[in-house]
């Protein structure tokens, strides 16, 4: 799959082929948001493998422009909607959010190109307001997919429960297996009763370079990249 990608600006990394490869072991189906869908990989991905209703939402109007461009190249018919997710009104309930929202930590040293504050850092779209506006928009049974920063999963868990959502699944990410893992991967459903499963983590280097797994999550991705000035 084609994707174009702003030069100078922000652009996808291996965080959403992983969260895509962690999504891909759950059944979609129905009508699917992806929130803050940036060059709109992360949802055509979705729409390639899966039969659903996608629906991208972007608050940047240029990176809003390379989802429809990115839609059309690999001929998509979506919805993008170019808007604040928190500000918007949707006429109808979703059956799965997909998202790779922005996690850094505000005590993070903050970039100066507007673009990359309002994709990288929490303070753009705060977990628990993402959480709470997702429960008004996710139909009855309904549930969330995200990556985030795995050290704040204990503030991800309480949010999660205030807003009657579990975590039915969860996976880590481990830059390499004697390290800590960086990043979280999380399956969370509404009104649920299941216990939670924590799922083989998934190591991204090894002594070789790119361990197998993650080789497979990046052939299952199948993307190229073609960067560009619009």
Do not use: H, W
């Given at each position: 799959m084609i994707i174009y990608q702003p030069k100078n600006g922000y652009c996808y990394n291996s965080d959403t082929i992983f969260l895509y490869d962690f999504i891909s072991?759950?059944?979609?189906?129905?009508?699917?948001?992806?929130?803050?869908?940036?060059?709109?990989?992360?949802?055509?991905?979705?729409?390639?493998?899966?039969?659903?209703?996608?629906?991208?939402?972007?608050?940047?109007?240029?990176?809003?422009?390379?989802?429809?461009?990115?839609?059309?190249?690999?001929g998509f018919d979506i919805e993008?909607?170019?808007?604040?997710?928190?500000?918007?009104?949707?006429?109808?309930?979703?059956?799965?959010i997909i998202t790779n929202p922005?996690?850094?930590h505000p005590s993070v040293l903050k970039s100066e190109k507007k673009e990359l504050y309002i994709s990288r850092y929490s303070e753009n779209l705060p977990f628990e307001d993402l959480i709470k506006r997702a429960n008004s928009i996710l139909g009855p049974k309904g549930a969330i997919m995200f990556c985030y920063d795995a050290k704040q999963l204990q503030h991800l868990l309480s949010v999660l429960s205030r807003y009657k959502f579990i975590a039915e699944a969860i996976r880590f990410v481990h830059p390499k297996a004697e390290r800590e893992a960086t990043l979280v991967n999380v399956y969370a459903k509404k009104s649920s009763r299941s216990l939670c499963k924590i799922k083989?983590?998934?190591?991204?280097?090894?002594?070789?370079?790119?361990?197998?797994?993650?080789?497979?999550?990046?052939?299952?991705?199948?993307?190229?990249?073609?960067?560009c000035e619009l």
């Open positions: 072991s759950f059944p979609l189906r129905g009508k699917v948001l992806d929130i803050g869908s940036g060059s709109g990989v992360l949802g055509l991905m979705a729409q390639r493998d899966y039969p659903i209703e996608l629906t991208s939402v972007e608050k940047q109007p240029i990176m809003a422009k390379f989802t429809e461009i990115n839609a059309k190249a690999n993008i909607i170019c808007g604040d997710f928190l500000e918007l009104e949707f006429d109808k309930k979703f059956d799965f922005p996690f850094y083989e983590p998934l190591v991204v280097f090894d002594k070789d370079g790119y361990s197998q797994r993650a080789l497979e999550a990046f052939e299952k991705a199948d993307l190229y990249s073609i960067k």
